[in-house]
């Protein structure tokens, strides 16, 4: 009954609106990461930026993810990080922790948690327990994202993909020049010849 109480009176104030979410970044600079420094979470998203886009840096806020004080830490978090945001150049936050009970994942039912992601400058993605699972910091937050690996995957593209796309688009543009160039040749001894 709370969260449903809380879900609507956020809802009808607009948090949950469209028109707020912001787009994520191509290509972050830097990602934050509010979490856990225990478990397997912290663990699961770095192997994944690892393996899709080596060399993205990551600023790692450890958090209680559930309990009495996660909440109030999960804001802190939020916060401190939105102060780094131009000096880190902090260009995305995920914000989670991995699956489990209704009850581990109350801290992301918090109204001041739900603000706090709201108010954030930087994109949030906010990746909490399993597929099936929602929490009011899923629908405040600018991107929710099933699982915490796939919020690494949202938030970073593949490298191989875009040296792949580089490569063709440089192909391209070869294959542009070299036809402008013949046809500068052709003109250029077309003239020639008349002048001849």
Known sequence: ??????????????????KY???LPFLPRKIGIITSPKGAVIHDMLSVIERRFQGIPVLFFPSQVQGE?????????IRYLNTLRDSQQIDVLIVGRGGGSIEDLWAFNDENLARAIFSSDIPII???GHETD???????????????????????????DLKSALSQKEKHMNNIIMNLLEQLNEYVEAK?????
Do not use: C, N, W
Request: zero cysteines.
């Open 1 to 18: 009954l709370a969260y449903e109480q809380l879900k609507s009176r956020l809802e009808a104030e607009g948090l949950f609106d469209h």
């Open 126 to 128: 906010s990746a909490v």
């Open 192 to 196: 020639r010849q008349r002048l001849a």
């Open 134 to 160: 929602f929490t009011i910091a899923d629908f405040v937050s600018d991107v929710r994202a099933p699982t915490p690996s796939s919020a690494m995957e949202l938030a970073v593209p593949k490298k191989i």
């Open 21 to 23: 979410k912001r787009r």
């Open 69 to 77: 004080f996660a909440p109030k830490m999960l804001v802190e978090g």
